[in-house]
């Protein structure tokens, strides 16, 4: 009876000890963002928003927005997101990534900004929030050395639909393993 006891105990405390471990990606509602899926605290990924949902951003306690968005893109006004972040006095980093044509050279500049202390939490988007999670993709297996299933699990909780940009992560990642 007590080595069952112990057993059950030990499958409790483990399973609870897994799930304490888990990262748990949630949907939020603010105005002007779309596909909004949070992170704990440590990030959120979303696609299209708008420079009015600038200072909800920071009201929510983001340090920084990191827009994958090109200024080329239809409803991308890079220009007025730039200027509601300085009002609100949260950083912003615009990184132009193309989706058809994607440059590893931005995935660098992504692990920079996104892994820099003073700016986390980071709100990153795009247009979908497919780029915005393949590049939280790259992170998790370049910085956190996640494997690619964890790490593309996570990244489709997180808006990653797009397979070529799944691919461009996990190759992204293999070029620059230690």
């Known amino acids: 009876m007590m080595k069952r006891y112990a057993l059950v105990l030990s499958l409790v405390l483990g399973i609870g000890g897994a799930t304490l471990l888990a990262q748990t990606v949630t949907k939020e509602t603010l105005p002007g963002v779309t596909n909004f899926s949070k992170l704990e605290t440590t990030i959120a990924c979303a696609g299209a928003t708008t420079p009015a949902a600038v200072a909800g951003l920071k009201q929510m306690g983001y340090a920084s927005i990191i827009n ?5 893109e239809a409803g991308a006004d890079v220009d007025a997101e730039a200027a509601a972040a300085k009002t609100a006095g949260i950083t912003y980093i615009h990184l132009p990534f193309n989706t058809a044509m994607p440059d590893p050279a931005v995935a660098d500049k992504f692990i920079t900004a996104v892994t820099d202390k003073k ?5 990153v988007h795009c247009a979908s929030a497919n780029r915005a999670a393949a590049m939280w993709m790259i992170k998790r297996m370049v910085v956190d050395k996640w494997d690619a299933d964890r790490a593309g699990t996570e990244a489709a909780a997180l808006g990653l639909t797009n397979g070529a ?6 190759n992204y990642a293999a070029a620059h393993k230690p």
């Open 68 to 72: 994958l968005r090109e200024a080329s």
């Open 119 to 123: 700016n986390q939490p980071a709100f």
């Open 165 to 170: 940009l799944k691919t461009f992560a996990m």
